[in-house]
C-alpha cells in the first residue's frame, strides 16, 4: 500500500503564495490534488501524469501549477494570487496502475490533508 503525506498549507493573506507538497512512499503514476472546503464536494484542482501533462481546473489556471519529481516520489504544487475563495483542506490522490499476468487492478490512494486558508 502506498502512503501519501501532504505539507505546506497554511493560512496566508489574499494574494500570497503557498508550496504544497505531497510526498509517495513508493512509486505511483497519475497524481493528482484536490480540495474541499467546507459543506461543500471535493474538487479536482490539477493534476499531472507521471510524464509531466497537466491539467487544471478553471479556477486556477494561470495561478497554480502542479509539478512532480518522479525520483523523490514527489509532487508539488504552487499556488501564487490566492485568493478567499483557494481556502480548504488540500488532499493529495495518486493512482497506481497494475496489470500484469499475475497481477490487475488500478489502486486510488490519499493523504490526510493540509489546510489552506486565505485571508482577505
Known amino acids: 500500500q502506498v502512503q501519501l503525506v501532504e505539507s505546506g498549507g497554511g493560512l496566508v493573506h489574499s494574494g500570497g503564495?503557498?508550496?504544497?507538497?505531497?510526498?509517495?512512499?513508493?512509486?505511483?503514476?497519475?497524481?493528482?490534488?484536490?480540495?474541499?472546503?467546507?459543506?461543500?464536494?471535493?474538487e479536482l484542482v490539477a493534476s499531472i501524469t507521471r510524464r509531466g501533462i497537466t491539467a487544471y481546473a478553471d479556477s486556477v489556471k494561470g495561478r497554480f501549477t502542479v509539478s512532480r519529481d518522479n525520483a523523490k516520489h514527489t509532487m508539488n504544487l504552487q499556488m501564487n494570487s490566492l485568493k478567499p475563495e483557494d481556502t480548504a483542506v488540500y488532499y493529495c490522490n495518486a493512482k497506481h496502475f497494475v496489470h500484469t499476468v499475475e497481477q490487475s487492478g488500478n489502486y486510488d490512494y490519499w493523504g490526510q490533508g493540509t489546510q489552506v486558508t486565505v485571508s482577505p
Open 17 to 42: 503564495s503557498l508550496r504544497l507538497s505531497c510526498v509517495a512512499s513508493g512509486t505511483v503514476d497519475a497524481m493528482a490534488w484536490y480540495r474541499q472546503a467546507p459543506g461543500e464536494q471535493r
